[in-house]
């Protein structure tokens, strides 16, 4: 049980991530996170108006009900299966992070810097959390994936377009790391 | 609703990974970025590797669905402006708010209820591609 409650090291939670990849395939379907996003909008009714909403959505329900399991399980996780500790960050990451103005690194899965109601009421912190989203919704439509969809399964696959899609998560992450935050923060 | 279980606890499976292996972390994507850590790279890489092996031995031992068709990857569309484009897109949002779709769902759960806003502008991201597709190169 002490195994369970420590945060879990790569080498289990890789595998089990392809797991949950291999028992998707195994059910029938396919392992993606941000077509929800492109269903959500359809039942929103966006297929009135938008072509590319026009479809059965219906059909993803399924995946609605992955998502709703994964919320439990983040729940479950974080409230039930782990002991209150830092997450182990390299000394170099707390370094740069304090530079750039971010205060108790670590603490927490998310920087209050950012996430805390403090952050969010204020306009630049609203705005980076709307930016980010944004991209990210854009983004993963435009290159047909994301993580999930990209990086695991089409890797785990062998398909050169999410082996480029993937090489273009690197390109923009590392632009915004490198010389974005340090203009933003 | 029965068909739907599985499903349900395939999702909390990968909710409970997600956080036990702090790839729901912030703080882990912005040291991954930085190349400080060997630990986000050790989850994508352990994961694609047995993803290919476990995919290859059910492509080998002609391991069916539960609906008795082989098991079969969708392939993905050839092409290249797309993935690199919409790819690094997506990249700057997911180093800006340290978040790509699954984990923005499961961090809900972790009870960090500004996320919710994230999930918003990732919803209108995605409609307003949807109303440029055509208009794009992919």
């Not at chain 1, 797991?19 to 909008?41: A, E, I, K, P």
């Not at chain 2, 989850?43 to 492509?59: D, F, M, P, Q, Y």
Request: some cysteine.
């Amino acid at each position: 049980m002490e195994f369970i409650l420590q945060p879990w090291p790569w080498y289990v939670s890789g595998p089990l991530i392809a797991v949950v990849m291999f028992l998707l395939l195994y059910f029938g379907r396919t392992f993606g996170m941000s077509s929800n996003l492109r269903t959500l909008c359809a039942i929103g009714g966006a297929g009135n108006r938008v072509e590319f909403f026009k479809f059965d959505w219906k059909s993803q329900r399924w995946n609605l009900v992955v998502v709703l399991g994964a919320i439990l399980g983040g729940y479950i996780a974080h409230f039930y299966l782990s002991n209150p500790i830092n997450i182990d960050l390299s000394e170099n990451t707390i370094k740069d992070l304090n530079s750039l103005g971010f205060t108790d690194v670590g603490q927490s899965l998310l920087p209050p810097e950012l996430f805390s109601w403090d952050a969010v009421f204020s306009l630049k912190g609203l705005l980076i959390l709307i930016s980010g989203g944004f991209l990210v919704g854009f983004g993963t439509r435009y290159a047909g994936g994301c993580t999930s969809g990209h990086a695991i399964t089409g890797l785990s696959s062998l398909q050169i377009p999410s082996l480029i899609a993937v090489i273009g998560f690197f390109i923009g992450g590392l632009i915004m790391i490198h010389l974005i935050y340090p203009i933003l923060f | 609703m029965g068909k739907y279980i599985k499903f349900f606890l395939v999702g909390i499976l990968f909710g409970i990974v997600l956080v036990k292996s702090e790839a729901v972390s912030w703080y882990r994507i912005f040291e991954m970025f930085k190349f400080q850590s060997f630990h986000m790279y050790g989850i994508i890489g352990t994961a694609v590797a047995t993803g290919i092996i476990l995919l290859l031995v059910s492509k080998q031992m002609k391991i069916k669905t539960i609906n008795g068709n082989l098991l079969n990857v969708p392939r993905k569309d050839r092409g290249l402006v797309r993935y690199i484009i919409g790819g690094s897109i997506f990249g700057l949002g997911w180093a800006l708010c340290g978040a790509c779709p699954g984990p923005m769902y499961i961090l809900v759960g972790t009870g960090v209820f500004s996320i919710l806003i994230v999930i918003a502008a990732a919803l209108l991201g995605t409609f307003v591609y949807g109303i440029l597709k055509d208009k794009l190169p992919h």
